[in-house]
């Protein structure tokens, strides 16, 4: 395979030997290139040789650089190839619990071994054969894997792959290899859990000291699953049940490695009803991004900030939105605030997910920090300016679409009304923009001018629509039809900006495409 270059960066290597942009790559030190693993391998090397095609021309370059240090090369897509998809239809996967008609990146799942060493995502390994073993072997990749159970036929029964079941091999293969793995298991009641459990945690031990981590989170169901496998959330019981087993291999692992090695998510604990542990049973945190220890490590930080922050001189009021499930565990925290300081009164409110249901909560987190961000707002002829709102919408048009960052705005803009912290202004303020922005960014795909969109959408169309709600249904004397678009249009300036800068980062790193499809 042969790939374009799109662009070589200014001061990097390439860029210092003459590579341009618009050469087709064709090897590099004699290595036919396949994808960006390949390029990322043989260019590691402190002298690099790359066979270019330009034009009619073949050009060879050799050159010397810093070992392991990059080449500055970029091409049309990140992996210099497409994105292998999932084969499998896992009776847990929730992509398939999605509701219709949002945006289309949303509905794909990826399982591809090589974001898995560039990006820590998770594969099932049943998109790779012996080729792609070899290659990870050859290379020594760290891999993430999905295992879910060692049992081949419960496998292939839970992945509704026919070839899941064999494909557990290949961990055996990694681990005598000595390649590291992190794993994880999604628990579904009566499936996986139990005796299964202790199956796969047994089976998993057996590869130590090449499994790094093991994390189990429960299985997530939204109200769109008809026609999908009957499965049923944990409750009190079978998650205390979970856990019991779980600790029980924990205590088993630190006697024999030294590691507790396997982990239940947070949530585990809170369907129980339990308390969680210290921060030192989580050792190292290997697991926080799986949902492992995250509240912990909230609490130690909100408990160490609470002791080094200075009491409010006056009486102060805050709300706080925040999902179901960690309703208890924020309001526990407010009420250590509250203890703290006599002059302060915290109100948490808890956000029920009706779309996906209430086991769910997705957009949740744009809705809140557009809520708390308002805490954030400065009051320009009558309304209340929030520029978080107007970053909110433009992650919402980019990650979910356009029908997505209205509600959110809706949404946002009822709660700050409800609370006291907004008038009626925040629904023209909020929704108008992110109706623009939304729209904008699904037919051109451009950050830039999508940012503009919600600038140019919120400041004058906003600013317009605010004129009449502000009249009729406020009971205001606004001077002209234009009064607040300079307002608007100021707050909107700050939020579109901030979110050009953050999301531009997230586009670089390559963090903002990942996103978008999970």
């Not at 190839?81 to 996967?93: A, E, G, P, T, Y």
């Not at 945006?103 to 099932?124: I, M, P």
Request: glycine share 8%.
């Amino acid at each position: 395979m042969s790939a374009e270059i799109t662009n070589v960066i200014a001061d990097s290597p390439a860029w210092h030997h003459g590579v341009k942009a618009g050469d087709i790559l064709v090897s590099v030190n004699g290595h036919k290139i396949s994808d960006v693993l390949d390029y990322m391998y043989y260019s590691s090397e402190s002298m690099v040789t790359l066979a270019l095609k330009r034009g009619d021309k073949h050009i060879i370059l050799k050159f010397p650089k810093n070992e392991y240090d990059d080449l500055g090369l970029e091409f049309e897509t990140f992996l210099m190839d497409k994105k292998l998809s999932c084969c499998n239809k896992c009776v847990f996967c929730f992509i398939d619990q999605m509701p219709p008609n949002m945006r289309k990146t949303l509905y794909f799942k990826d399982d591809d071994a090589r974001l898995s060493f560039l990006q820590g995502n998770y594969v099932t390994l049943t998109n790779l054969v012996q080729k792609d073993i070899d290659r990870i072997i050859e290379m020594k990749l760290n891999i993430n894997v999905s295992v879910h159970t060692t049992n081949p036929e419960l496998r292939c029964l839970m992945m509704h792959n026919r070839f899941a079941g064999e494909k557990i091999a290949f961990l055996r293969q990694m681990a005598d290899a000595g390649i590291s793995m992190n794993c994880q298991i999604v628990l579904c009641p009566g499936l996986n859990d139990g005796d299964e459990l202790r199956r796969t945690l047994t089976d998993l031990g057996s590869l130590m000291p090449n499994v790094n981590s093991v994390a189990i989170v429960p299985v997530g169901l939204t109200k769109f699953r008809e026609g999908l496998y009957p499965l049923t959330l944990f409750n009190e019981k079978t998650a205390g049940e979970a856990i019991d087993i779980i600790e029980g291999f924990q205590q088993e692992f630190l006697e024999k490695y030294g590691t507790r090695l396997v982990f239940p998510s947070d949530e585990f604990y809170l369907i129980a009803k339990r308390p969680l542990h210290d921060a030192d049973f989580y050792e190292e945190y290997p697991q926080y991004e799986n949902g492992v220890g995250m509240l912990r490590s909230l609490y130690d930080e909100f408990e160490s900030a609470l002791k080094l922050s200075d009491p409010p001189e006056d009486q102060r009021e805050v709300s706080i939105a925040t999902g179901a499930a960690a309703f208890g565990f924020i309001s526990g925290l407010a009420q250590m605030a509250e203890q703290k300081y006599k002059n302060l009164k915290c109100r948490v409110y808890k956000i029920v997910n009706d779309f996906f249901g209430e086991t769910i909560t997705v957009a949740g987190l744009l809705t809140a920090a557009a809520v708390a961000g308002s805490l954030l707002s400065v009051p320009v002829a009558g309304s209340k300016c929030a520029p978080v709102q107007h970053m909110v919408n433009v992650f919402a048009a980019v990650i979910l679409g356009p029908w997505w960052g209205v509600g959110i705005a809706f949404c946002a803009s009822f709660l700050r009304n409800l609370m006291g912290i907004g008038s009626l202004l925040a629904f023209p303020g909020s929704m108008v923009g992110a109706l623009c922005c939304g729209i904008v960014y699904h037919f051109t795909k451009r950050l830039d001018v999508t940012c503009i969109a919600e600038a140019l959408g919120t400041g004058v169309l906003g600013g317009l629509a605010a004129y009449p709600v502000a009249k009729l249904l406020m009971g205001l004397e606004p001077g002209g039809f234009t009064v607040y678009m300079i307002p608007f249009f100021i707050s909107t300036l700050a939020g579109s900006i901030l979110a050009y800068i953050v999301l531009r980062v997230l586009e670089k790193s390559h963090v903002l495409e990942q996103m978008r499809e999970n």
